[in-house]
């Protein structure tokens, strides 16, 4: 089975833009996590979608947001970019939501530098 | 406040030598316990869990993982590391809303 793949791995902003990241979960995997990274911060838990609903969400401004599709792949969106949104985004799938023993997968990340 | 903590930012150990990276969690029950490896630009590999059941975990490359109730611990330990052990290691936990938290990150380094 292919793992959670994340698009694209890279990216470089200025302050002010939006910017699109896009996370492809599991083959059969429903639920799909965000995570921001940061060395200052370490790892965030921005939310959690499943069944293109969002179930859980963590303590991030309006200005990140994201959505799921009916194939389980979700988008995460942050706009009107500031310096301190440079981090390491990091997607993770699981098989369903309201399980907490379910192993979270995670993909590799998107690098997202903000000018 | 509920919090997960690895108390050491950095640890050095020598190629075949023994290795724990410690981890204490503060919740009022039992939460379910990771242990994740991240290569450098890379995402996050589990390496062992637990929930319930045998105290003792065992995981992937030779490593395990020690549940102590008693001392809200889940201790990381390989009994001889290798240099491709050298890597950013976390523990999490998972609390009823399935909200996974992380501890900072020890970041090992493997003397040759």
């Known amino acids: 089975k292919a793992g959670v793949t994340q698009t694209p791995r890279y990216l470089i902003k200025t302050r002010g833009q939006q910017v699109t990241l896009s996370c492809s979960p599991i083959s059969g995997h429903r639920s799909v996590s965000w995570y921001q990274q940061t060395p200052g911060q370490g790892l965030q838990f921005l939310f959690e979608?499943?069944?293109?609903?969002?179930?859980n969400k963590g303590n991030f401004p309006g200005r990140f947001s994201g959505r799921q599709f009916s194939n389980s792949r979700s988008e995460m969106n942050v706009s009107t970019l500031e310096l301190g949104d440079s981090a390491l985004y990091l997607c993770a799938s699981r098989v369903k939501s309201g399980r907490g023993a379910d192993t979270q997968y995670f993909g590799p990340g998107t690098r997202l530098t903000v000018l | 406040a509920q919090s997960v903590t690895q108390p050491d930012i950095h640890i050095t150990v020598s190629e075949g030598a023994s290795l724990e990276l410690r981890c204490n969690y503060s919740y009022g029950a039992t939460p379910y316990l990771f242990w994740y490896v991240q290569s450098p630009g890379q995402g996050l590999q589990l390496l062992l869990k637990?929930?319930?059941?045998?105290?003792l975990v065992q995981g992937i490359k030779g490593f395990e993982a020690e549940f102590k109730r008693s001392q809200s611990s889940f201790n990381l330990r390989k009994p001889s590391v290798h240099w491709s052990d050298a890597a950013e290691y976390f523990c999490?936990?998972?609390?009823?809303?399935?909200?996974?938290?992380f501890g900072a990150g020890t970041r090992l380094t493997v003397k040759p």
């Open positions: 999490a936990v998972v609390l009823n809303n399935n909200d996974m938290r």
């Open positions: 637990y929930f319930s059941g045998d105290t």
């Open positions: 979608y499943f069944s293109e609903t969002q179930r």
